[in-house]
């Protein structure tokens, strides 16, 4: 903590930063009119605001809450001189097995503490939003968060060759996130009493079933058949609350017949078909199957408890996002307000690294994103989740990175001079604020972050 006179809190897990307001950059940023960065964020003046020019509609204390699946963060921003500037910050570890939403209530709680004002309602239902007393117990008047609710996907293969179908899925499986908790390749002594069990033991949160290419060869269909049948009859053999979820991406072909065996052996299994993942050699779809894992992620992180709570806690218009989401929005802005080209981000966190890539038409400032390669997640933004530190040879083609939150990855990029690194992480929850107010965000970031 800085010398501001306010003792250490006492839970040693738990880092907190009080931040005076000695205003000074750690590099220069280049001007940017305020009209611009709403329009990169996409967000307009509240209709009949009478706040003053900066904050278009927002003003009193902000807020902001985050999570990723090793660590929470919540930050509180006050308006100081018409500007808005971070007021003090607190990170602790996240307990797997505590509810998210409980240990947030926690740390905000501990927040409040250390600045000796209070943050959350004495019954903790939640921010303290109203206040009798706003001048010696001022309320919030903005909440914002930017949290992973859940785990990674965790993902079972199953095709037809391992250095066919499955190499090619394994790719897609980068760009989500996904891991792998086991796979099986369809050989001649496949026992269906072993694939149940493993399935009962990994408890994976997706079945993703792969294989054939898009020729006109009854072998192959048959082939995906006896892989289907296999996978059927184990998970026939499981209760319904160990049933994942079913994804296709193999033979199209087949995809009709496939689900149907599906729906009529096991109606209460969800299943989903998508492109071949692999429909010919050396022609890898990757944007049909990575939507869908990113879609089944976003459906089971709102299905939990957590969800809901968090969500009550949030001020319209600012729906709750997820860690990744945030920092991808904020890659998009950031590279606009700095007309940049070609950008590439990194969100660090001690699990795993997501590498963002956006690319520009040249001179096209604020026009749409365009693939970064001819392999791209979708139309408007290329990702690569690796380990920490590991050498991926798809990133080979990318350009070092410029924006980072968390570790900067010296051992692979040194930090290059016109680069900008987020050290505490705050930089989701920030791309949080900037729903609600971009010229708050960017306040913050050009004095309080970079």
């Given at each position: 903590?800085?010398?501001g006179?306010?003792?250490?809190?006492?839970?040693?897990?738990?880092?907190f930063?009080?931040?005076s307001?000695?205003?000074?950059f750690?590099m220069?940023?280049?001007?940017?009119?305020?009209?611009?960065?709403?329009?990169?964020?996409?967000?307009?003046?509240?209709?009949?605001?009478?706040?003053?020019?900066l904050t278009?509609g927002?003003?009193?204390?902000?807020?902001?809450?985050?999570?990723?699946?090793?660590?929470l963060?919540?930050?509180?921003l006050?308006?100081?001189?018409?500007?808005?500037?971070?007021?003090?910050?607190?990170?602790?570890?996240?307990d797997?097995?505590r509810?998210?939403?409980?240990?947030?209530?926690?740390?905000v709680?501990?927040?409040?503490?250390?600045?000796?004002?209070t943050l959350?309602m004495?019954?903790?239902?939640?921010p303290l939003?109203?206040?009798r007393?706003?001048?010696g117990?001022?309320?919030?008047?903005?909440?914002?968060?930017?949290v992973t609710?859940?785990?990674?996907?965790?993902?079972?293969?199953?095709?037809?060759?391992?250095?066919?179908?499955?190499a090619?899925?394994?790719?897609?499986?980068?760009?989500?996130?996904?891991?792998?908790?086991?796979?099986?390749?369809l050989?001649?002594?496949?026992?269906?009493?072993?694939?149940?069990?493993?399935l009962?033991?990994a408890?994976p949160?997706?079945?993703?079933?792969?294989?054939?290419?898009?020729?006109?060869?009854?072998?192959?269909q048959?082939?995906?058949m006896?892989?289907i049948?296999?996978?059927?009859s184990?998970?026939?053999?499981?209760?319904?609350?160990?049933?994942p979820t079913?994804?296709y991406?193999?033979?199209?072909?087949?995809?009709?017949?496939?689900?149907?065996?599906?729906?009529?052996?096991?109606p209460?299994?969800?299943?989903?078909?998508?492109d071949?993942?692999l429909?010919?050699?050396?022609?890898?779809?990757?944007?049909a199957?990575?939507?869908?894992?990113?879609?089944?992620?976003q459906?089971?992180?709102?299905?939990?408890?957590?969800?809901y709570k968090?969500?009550?806690?949030?001020?319209g218009?600012s729906p709750?996002?997820?860690?990744?989401?945030?920092?991808?929005?904020f890659?998009?802005?950031?590279?606009?307000?700095?007309?940049?080209d070609?950008?590439?981000?990194?969100l660090?966190t001690?699990?795993?690294?997501?590498?963002?890539?956006?690319q520009?038409?040249?001179?096209?400032?604020?026009?749409?994103?365009?693939?970064?390669?001819?392999?791209?997640?979708n139309?408007?933004i290329?990702?690569?989740?690796?380990?920490?530190?590991q050498?991926?040879?798809?990133?080979a083609g990318?350009p070092?990175?410029?924006?980072?939150s968390?570790?900067?990855?010296?051992?692979?990029?040194?930090?290059?001079?016109?680069?900008?690194?987020?050290?505490?992480?705050?930089?989701?929850?920030?791309?949080?604020?900037?729903q609600?107010?971009?010229?708050a965000?960017q306040q913050?970031?050009?004095?309080?972050?970079?």
């Amino acid at each position: 903590m800085n010398g501001g006179g306010k003792p250490q809190n006492s839970h040693s897990s738990e880092e907190f930063v009080e931040h005076s307001h000695h205003f000074r950059f750690s590099m220069a940023i280049r001007a940017t009119p305020t009209q611009s960065i709403r329009a990169a964020a996409n967000v307009r003046p509240a209709p009949g605001s009478t706040a003053g020019p900066l904050t278009h509609g927002v003003a009193g204390s902000i807020l902001a809450l985050g999570a990723d699946t090793n660590r929470l963060c919540a930050c509180l921003l006050e308006p100081v001189n018409q500007r808005y500037r971070l007021l003090a910050h607190r990170r602790t570890p996240r307990d797997p097995e505590r509810p998210l939403a409980a240990q947030l209530t926690t740390m905000v709680s501990h927040l409040g503490d250390a600045l000796g004002r209070t943050l959350w309602m004495p019954d903790g239902r939640g921010p303290l939003m109203e206040s009798r007393d706003p001048v010696g117990r001022p309320a919030i008047e903005h909440v914002v968060g930017a949290v992973t609710l859940r785990p990674w996907l965790s993902v079972w293969l199953a095709g037809l060759s391992a250095q066919g179908s499955l190499a090619a899925t394994e790719q897609a499986l980068a760009h989500a996130p996904a891991q792998i908790v086991g796979q099986t390749v369809l050989l001649a002594d496949a026992n269906v009493s072993e694939i149940a069990v493993e399935l009962a033991a990994a408890a994976p949160d997706v079945l993703l079933l792969c294989g054939g290419y898009e020729v006109d060869e009854p072998i192959i269909q048959a082939s995906m058949m006896r892989l289907i049948e296999l996978f059927v009859s184990a998970l026939d053999r499981l209760a319904p609350a160990q049933h994942p979820t079913v994804l296709y991406a193999g033979n199209q072909a087949a995809a009709a017949t496939v689900e149907q065996l599906w729906r009529t052996r096991i109606p209460t299994v969800r299943f989903q078909a998508v492109d071949n993942v692999l429909p010919r050699p050396g022609r890898v779809h990757l944007a049909a199957l990575v939507d869908a894992l990113n879609g089944e992620h976003q459906r089971l992180s709102q299905r939990t408890p957590d969800f809901y709570k968090i969500s009550n806690w949030l001020t319209g218009p600012s729906p709750l996002l997820s860690t990744e989401s945030a920092f991808v929005r904020f890659a998009r802005v950031w590279m606009t307000l700095q007309r940049m080209d070609d950008l590439h981000a990194v969100l660090a966190t001690p699990e795993r690294w997501m590498h963002v890539r956006l690319q520009q038409a040249t001179g096209a400032h604020g026009a749409a994103v365009r693939p970064a390669t001819p392999i791209a997640v979708n139309e408007e933004i290329e990702l690569y989740f690796a380990r920490p530190g590991q050498q991926v040879a798809a990133l080979a083609g990318w350009p070092a990175p410029r924006l980072v939150s968390g570790a900067w990855p010296d051992a692979r990029w040194p930090r290059p001079q016109n680069s900008w690194w987020d050290r505490t992480g705050m930089v989701p929850m920030l791309a949080a604020v900037g729903q609600i107010s971009p010229d708050a965000m960017q306040q913050i970031i050009e004095v309080d972050v970079f």
